[in-house]
Protein backbone atom coordinates (compact mmCIF):
# COMPACT_ATOMS: atom_id res chain seq x y z
CA UNK A 1 0.00 0.00 0.00
CA UNK A 2 0.93 3.43 -0.81
CA UNK A 3 2.05 5.57 2.18
CA UNK A 4 -0.10 8.38 1.47
CA UNK A 5 -3.32 7.20 -0.78
CA UNK A 6 -5.73 10.08 -2.19
CA UNK A 7 -8.80 8.91 -3.49
CA UNK A 8 -10.49 9.32 -6.18
CA UNK A 9 -7.97 9.52 -8.60
CA UNK A 10 -10.24 11.46 -10.99
CA UNK A 11 -12.93 12.81 -10.89
CA UNK A 12 -15.45 15.12 -13.28
CA UNK A 13 -18.38 16.54 -11.60
CA UNK A 14 -20.81 19.72 -12.24
CA UNK A 15 -20.56 23.06 -11.04
CA UNK A 16 -22.59 24.01 -8.21
CA UNK A 17 -21.88 20.44 -6.73
CA UNK A 18 -20.31 19.52 -3.34
CA UNK A 19 -17.15 16.88 -3.29
CA UNK A 20 -14.80 15.92 -1.46
CA UNK A 21 -11.35 14.79 -1.92
CA UNK A 22 -9.82 12.41 0.49
CA UNK A 23 -6.25 11.42 1.81
CA UNK A 24 -4.95 9.18 4.42
CA UNK A 25 -0.97 8.12 5.27
CA UNK A 26 0.33 5.22 7.14
CA UNK A 27 3.79 7.07 8.05
CA UNK A 28 2.46 8.64 11.44
CA UNK A 29 3.36 12.23 10.15
CA UNK A 30 1.94 14.72 12.17
CA UNK A 31 1.75 17.33 9.49
CA UNK A 32 -0.19 17.38 6.29
CA UNK A 33 -0.86 19.38 3.17
CA UNK A 34 -3.00 20.00 0.53
CA UNK A 35 -1.86 21.63 -2.61
CA UNK A 36 -3.12 22.60 -6.24
CA UNK A 37 -1.31 22.44 -9.50
CA UNK A 38 -2.28 23.94 -12.27
CA UNK A 39 0.16 24.25 -15.54
CA UNK A 40 2.95 27.05 -15.39
CA UNK A 41 2.25 27.82 -11.50
CA UNK A 42 3.62 25.07 -10.10
CA UNK A 43 1.88 23.65 -7.09
CA UNK A 44 0.30 26.05 -4.44
CA UNK A 45 -0.58 25.16 -0.74
CA UNK A 46 -4.63 25.18 0.20
CA UNK A 47 -4.03 24.04 3.45
CA UNK A 48 -2.00 22.48 5.91
CA UNK A 49 -2.66 21.10 9.49
CA UNK A 50 0.30 20.09 12.37
CA UNK A 51 -2.59 18.17 14.03
CA UNK A 52 -6.47 17.34 14.37
CA UNK A 53 -6.78 20.81 16.50
CA UNK A 54 -4.50 22.74 14.39
CA UNK A 55 -5.91 23.95 10.98
CA UNK A 56 -4.19 26.85 8.54
CA UNK A 57 -5.31 28.40 5.67
CA UNK A 58 -2.51 28.16 3.03
CA UNK A 59 -2.15 30.86 0.23
CA UNK A 60 -5.19 29.89 -2.17
CA UNK A 61 -8.11 28.71 0.60
CA UNK A 62 -10.91 31.00 -0.26
CA UNK A 63 -13.55 27.83 -1.77
CA UNK A 64 -11.93 25.30 -0.21
CA UNK A 65 -12.64 23.81 3.51
CA UNK A 66 -10.88 20.86 4.84
CA UNK A 67 -11.19 18.47 8.08
CA UNK A 68 -8.76 16.41 9.96
CA UNK A 69 -10.70 13.53 11.21
CA UNK A 70 -7.67 11.68 12.47
CA UNK A 71 -3.98 12.09 12.70
CA UNK A 72 -4.05 9.95 9.56
CA UNK A 73 -6.79 11.25 7.58
CA UNK A 74 -7.00 14.88 5.99
CA UNK A 75 -10.01 15.80 3.91
CA UNK A 76 -10.34 18.36 1.13
CA UNK A 77 -13.51 19.74 0.28
CA UNK A 78 -14.90 22.02 -2.49
CA UNK A 79 -18.57 23.12 -0.92
CA UNK A 80 -19.36 24.64 -4.52
CA UNK A 81 -17.37 23.62 -7.13
CA UNK A 82 -16.89 26.04 -9.98
CA UNK A 83 -14.65 25.53 -13.46
CA UNK A 84 -11.89 27.31 -12.37
CA UNK A 85 -11.22 24.76 -9.59
CA UNK A 86 -10.08 22.48 -12.12
CA UNK A 87 -7.04 21.03 -11.23
CA UNK A 88 -4.46 18.40 -10.24
CA UNK A 89 -4.57 18.29 -6.18
CA UNK A 90 -2.14 16.60 -4.15
CA UNK A 91 -1.95 15.76 -0.35
CA UNK A 92 0.84 15.51 1.24
CA UNK A 93 2.82 14.16 4.90
CA UNK A 94 6.05 15.86 6.39
CA UNK A 95 8.20 14.60 9.00
CA UNK A 96 11.16 16.69 10.00
CA UNK A 97 13.78 13.86 9.43
CA UNK A 98 12.42 12.35 6.80
CA UNK A 99 11.09 14.96 4.42
CA UNK A 100 7.91 15.47 2.51
CA UNK A 101 5.89 12.65 0.51
CA UNK A 102 3.58 13.01 -1.86
CA UNK A 103 0.35 11.42 -2.83
CA UNK A 104 -0.51 10.28 -6.37
CA UNK A 105 -2.98 13.06 -6.99
CA UNK A 106 -6.31 13.73 -7.49
CA UNK A 107 -7.34 14.87 -11.39
CA UNK A 108 -10.83 16.92 -10.60
CA UNK A 109 -12.64 18.39 -13.82
CA UNK A 110 -15.22 20.70 -12.79
CA UNK A 111 -17.82 21.25 -16.18
CA UNK B 1 6.19 37.00 1.14
CA UNK B 2 8.60 34.05 -0.08
CA UNK B 3 8.29 34.14 -3.98
CA UNK B 4 10.11 31.38 -6.12
CA UNK B 5 11.16 31.47 -9.45
CA UNK B 6 12.90 29.27 -11.65
CA UNK B 7 14.67 29.12 -15.43
CA UNK B 8 14.49 28.37 -17.61
CA UNK B 9 10.34 27.51 -17.79
CA UNK B 10 11.11 25.06 -20.60
CA UNK B 11 14.22 23.46 -22.34
CA UNK B 12 15.12 21.00 -24.96
CA UNK B 13 18.19 19.86 -25.21
CA UNK B 14 19.95 16.85 -26.97
CA UNK B 15 21.30 13.79 -25.73
CA UNK B 16 24.74 14.44 -24.23
CA UNK B 17 24.39 18.13 -23.94
CA UNK B 18 25.03 19.70 -20.33
CA UNK B 19 22.89 21.95 -19.11
CA UNK B 20 21.70 23.92 -15.96
CA UNK B 21 18.63 24.84 -14.15
CA UNK B 22 18.52 27.70 -12.03
CA UNK B 23 16.13 28.38 -8.66
CA UNK B 24 15.77 32.22 -7.46
CA UNK B 25 14.22 32.57 -4.08
CA UNK B 26 13.43 36.34 -2.25
CA UNK B 27 14.01 35.68 1.42
CA UNK B 28 15.85 33.54 3.49
CA UNK B 29 14.58 29.86 4.12
CA UNK B 30 15.16 26.73 5.68
CA UNK B 31 15.74 24.11 3.04
CA UNK B 32 15.72 23.84 -0.35
CA UNK B 33 14.12 20.61 -2.16
CA UNK B 34 14.38 19.44 -5.77
CA UNK B 35 11.55 17.73 -7.38
CA UNK B 36 11.02 15.66 -10.53
CA UNK B 37 7.40 14.95 -12.38
CA UNK B 38 6.78 12.93 -14.94
CA UNK B 39 3.63 13.63 -16.59
CA UNK B 40 0.15 12.91 -14.72
CA UNK B 41 2.01 11.30 -12.18
CA UNK B 42 3.35 12.37 -8.72
CA UNK B 43 6.30 14.22 -7.49
CA UNK B 44 9.35 12.39 -6.95
CA UNK B 45 12.30 13.69 -4.56
CA UNK B 46 15.64 14.15 -6.09
CA UNK B 47 17.44 16.55 -3.47
CA UNK B 48 16.92 18.53 -0.10
CA UNK B 49 19.82 20.76 0.35
CA UNK B 50 20.11 22.10 4.09
CA UNK B 51 23.24 25.09 3.99
CA UNK B 52 24.98 27.24 2.29
CA UNK B 53 27.61 25.61 -0.06
CA UNK B 54 25.59 22.31 -0.09
CA UNK B 55 26.09 20.24 -3.06
CA UNK B 56 24.40 16.70 -3.78
CA UNK B 57 24.91 14.69 -6.78
CA UNK B 58 22.80 11.62 -8.19
CA UNK B 59 23.74 10.32 -11.61
CA UNK B 60 23.89 13.21 -13.64
CA UNK B 61 22.25 15.37 -11.52
CA UNK B 62 24.08 17.09 -9.62
CA UNK B 63 22.02 20.44 -7.23
CA UNK B 64 24.28 22.95 -5.32
CA UNK B 65 23.27 26.04 -2.57
CA UNK B 66 24.05 29.42 -2.53
CA UNK B 67 21.93 30.95 0.31
CA UNK B 68 23.87 33.88 -0.13
CA UNK B 69 22.89 34.52 -3.60
CA UNK B 70 19.32 33.05 -2.52
CA UNK B 71 20.14 30.66 -5.66
CA UNK B 72 20.23 26.76 -6.62
CA UNK B 73 21.04 24.99 -9.55
CA UNK B 74 20.34 21.95 -10.86
CA UNK B 75 23.01 21.08 -12.99
CA UNK B 76 22.31 18.21 -15.75
CA UNK B 77 25.79 16.19 -17.17
CA UNK B 78 25.57 14.05 -20.80
CA UNK B 79 21.61 14.31 -20.70
CA UNK B 80 19.75 10.94 -21.71
CA UNK B 81 16.06 10.91 -22.84
CA UNK B 82 14.77 9.10 -19.81
CA UNK B 83 15.70 12.92 -17.57
CA UNK B 84 12.48 14.28 -19.87
CA UNK B 85 10.46 15.19 -17.08
CA UNK B 86 9.31 18.43 -14.97
CA UNK B 87 11.50 19.85 -12.52
CA UNK B 88 10.41 21.85 -9.09
CA UNK B 89 12.28 23.51 -6.79
CA UNK B 90 10.62 24.41 -3.34
CA UNK B 91 11.81 26.36 -0.28
CA UNK B 92 10.83 25.61 3.19
CA UNK B 93 10.40 27.82 5.69
CA UNK B 94 9.91 26.48 9.31
CA UNK B 95 8.47 29.27 10.52
CA UNK B 96 5.21 29.59 7.92
CA UNK B 97 4.53 25.97 9.13
CA UNK B 98 7.20 24.61 7.27
CA UNK B 99 5.31 24.49 4.07
CA UNK B 100 6.58 24.86 0.40
CA UNK B 101 6.72 27.13 -1.91
CA UNK B 102 7.17 25.80 -5.27
CA UNK B 103 8.75 27.44 -8.45
CA UNK B 104 7.25 27.32 -11.85
CA UNK B 105 8.58 24.23 -12.93
CA UNK B 106 10.88 23.65 -15.39
CA UNK B 107 9.86 21.21 -18.30
CA UNK B 108 12.64 19.33 -19.90
CA UNK B 109 12.54 17.68 -22.95
CA UNK B 110 15.90 16.03 -24.34
CA UNK B 111 15.94 14.92 -27.42
CA UNK B 112 18.20 11.62 -29.07
Known amino acids: DADVTQTPRNRITKTGKRIMLECSQTKGHDRMYWYRQDPGLGLRLIYYSFDVKDINKGEISDGYSVSRQAQAKFSLSLESAIPNQTALYFCATMDRDYGYTFGSGTRLTVV | ?112
Open chain 2, 1 to 112: ELKVEQNPLFLSMQEGKNYTIYCNYSTTSDRLYWYRQDPGKSLESLFVLLSNGAVKQEGRLMASLDTKARLSTLHITAAVHDLSATYFCAVEKETSGSRLTFGEGTQLTVNP
